[in-house]
């Protein structure tokens, strides 16, 4: 991106009526587990699906992908909801883990999501996670998200589905 550009967003993010530095409820660790939901969207013609993790109902973090066997994560149609887990793997690394409960109440545990989706993708999910964790009000994050303007058609329509995925969210209470 070039520096119009970056500074285009900047001003995005400054538009808060509470800037992000001055907030009292910022969380400076993730807890463990986060309860999500699960949005499906699609990107083209293909499939997505993204995560989003809810910190008192307030969206937390996202993380999206591809929605099939070979490159991505298949779930069941009826799942809208699961927790996303912490782990620790055992070099000390972390790793995001998805699980739901079926209907008959097992448990079913996806490892790994940052290991199944596109690395770019997984990028710029993780930015936007940022700004979503530090507080910034939710229609500043997705005027910041619209106005993402990237080299490749693909990530530009992505980005409309992040967007349907957080508006879901605007008609819900805020945390201040």
Not at 41 to 70: C, H, M, S
Not at 77 to 94: E, F, S, Y
Not at 144 to 158: A, F, K, P, R
């Amino acid at each position: 991106m070039d520096d119009e550009r970056v500074q285009s967003l900047l001003d995005i993010a400054e538009g808060s009526d509470t800037p992000c530095a001055l907030r009292s409820d910022v969380i400076e660790h993730r807890p463990e587990v986060l309860e999500c939901d699960v949005v499906r969207f699609q990107n083209k013609k293909e499939k997505w699906v993204a995560f989003v993790g809810l910190l008192d109902g307030r969206p937390y973090e996202i993380f999206t992908g591809l929605q099939d066997d070979d490159e991505g994560i298949v779930l069941p149609k009826l799942v809208t909801k699961g927790r996303i887990i912490k782990a620790t793997n055992p070099d000390g690394t972390h790793r995001y883990d998805f699980q739901f409960e079926n209907k008959r109440g097992y448990k079913t545990t996806v490892e790994g999501l940052s290991e199944k989706f596109n690395k770019e993708y997984w990028n710029y999910a993780k930015l936007i996670s940022g700004v979503l964790r530090y507080g910034m009000p939710l229609e500043n994050v997705i005027r910041l998200v619209s106005s993402m303007q990237m080299e490749s058609e693909d990530i530009n329509t992505w980005t409309l589905g992040v967007e349907r995925a957080l508006k879901k969210y605007l008609g819900e209470p805020q945390q201040p």
